[in-house]
């Protein structure tokens, strides 16, 4: 299963609507979102004849996700670098979850959403605040990051080849 986490406001919804019509080049406009109460199945189409199920789970059921690690093999974990008050609060929820014993063999992709803002926290300032370098060293997940924008596309087809390349 792939399952899509991150807090409340990181962009799930609207990163999963872009992939959803990823394929279609001429969808320009922003598709309204509400913040996710519960979960979202969204099926994804990484080529013609590949697609996978991704389900979301709104930021503020955390206290729960740990009942759907379970059966995930493939972990997106969505960070909003504008807010730079959440990433701390972000930081805490990714490692209450890399430490669950259900996600043993899973592979995880971390996207540091919303990097077309101006308010957007740097990479260096994120890697330094999430001890990066510790995580990737004691981690026995293989894990990527990707710095994305739901909103402008950035990124978007580096998350479409990486679910290419994890897929099932």
Known sequence: ?????????????????KLKTYDDVEDENIPSTLPTIGTNLVNISL????????REL???MSPIWPNYL?????????????NRLQVSAACMLFLS??????LKDCQV????????????MSRHEFESLF???DILKHSPHQISVKEVSAVSRLGLSEVI????QHSR
Do not use: A
């Not at 013609?48 to 991704?54: A, D, G, L, Y």
């Not at 080849?161 to 290419?164: A, D, N, R, S, V």
């Open 58 to 60: 709104g930021g503020s």
């Open 97 to 102: 979850i890399l430490t669950n014993p259900s």
């Open 131 to 133: 001890r990066w370098d």
């Open 161 to 164: 080849e990486w679910l290419l």
């Open 70 to 82: 379970k059966d995930c093999h493939f972990l997106i974990y969505v960070i909003d670098m504008s």
């Open 1 to 17: 299963m792939y399952l899509l986490l991150g807090p409340t406001s990181s962009g799930k919804t609207l990163l999963s609507k």
């Open 47 to 54: 080529n013609k004849k590949q697609e996978i199920t991704v």
């Open 109 to 120: 992709l971390v996207l540091l959403n919303k990097m077309d803002l101006t308010t957007t």
